[in-house]
Every structure is written in structure tokens, then in C-alpha cells.
């Protein structure tokens, strides 16, 4: 069974940093690309980030130069680095895995940034 579970979310002044973690199990970690959403109150989900099972990564462009996105295979764990932090970033982030054909998310972990 596919599991992703993300942690590291809290409350944070604008400006300030965090880092997301999201731990995967039950498939090939090392084969599949895998990435970070988020969704904020009355709005869609949207893509932040995503990294490719070699390490190369793409970025929404409201995130460019801000976060960063990695992955330690030996861990099976994704990160999310976020630095300059602003009151627009506040969402609930989700950690996503499409193996094979099926689309898997975690529960989310929310981040808040205060003004």
C-alpha cells in the first residue's frame, strides 16, 4: 500500500523558513518522480514543486528562488525547503506520487505564515 506522510508545517512570521518532509512506502521510491502541491482556503490545488526520479526539479514560478525541492533515496523522504516565506504561501502543502496510474497524495500538513 502506497503511503506518503508529510510533517513540518506550522505557524511562521513572513520572512521566515521552513522545511517540509514527506516519507514514502510502499513502492520503488528511487523510480518515480514525486512532487508538492498546495491548496489555500477557496482555491485550488496547485503545483509547487517537483523532482524527477534522476533529481532534476521544476518550480512554480510564485516559488522560484525561494524553495527548493530535493529528495534522499535512502531515506525515501522528500523535502521542501522554504525560505522567504510570505502571507500568500499559507496552504495546506501535499506530498504526490503517480505510480503507474494512480495519483497518491498524503493527508497535508499546514503552513501558515503571519504578516
Known amino acids: 500500500e502506497v503511503q506518503l506522510v508529510e510533517s513540518g508545517g506550522g505557524l511562521v512570521q513572513a520572512g521566515g523558513s521552513l522545511r517540509l518532509s514527506c516519507v514514502a512506502s510502499g513502492f520503488t521510491f528511487d523510480d518515480y518522480a514525486i512532487g508538492w502541491f498546495r491548496q489555500a482556503p477557496g482555491k485550488e490545488r496547485e503545483v509547487v514543486a517537483l523532482?524527477?526520479?534522476?533529481?532534476?526539479?521544476n518550480y512554480a514560478d510564485s516559488v522560484k528562488g525561494r524553495f527548493t525541492i530535493s529528495r534522499d533515496n535512502a531515506k525515501n523522504t522528500l523535502y521542501l525547503q522554504m525560505n522567504s516565506l510570505k502571507p500568500e504561501d499559507t496552504a495546506v502543502y501535499y506530498c504526490n506520487a503517480r505510480v503507474y496510474t494512480t495519483n497518491y497524495w498524503g493527508q497535508g500538513t499546514q503552513v501558515t505564515v503571519s504578516s
Open positions: 523532482i524527477s526520479s534522476g533529481g532534476a526539479s
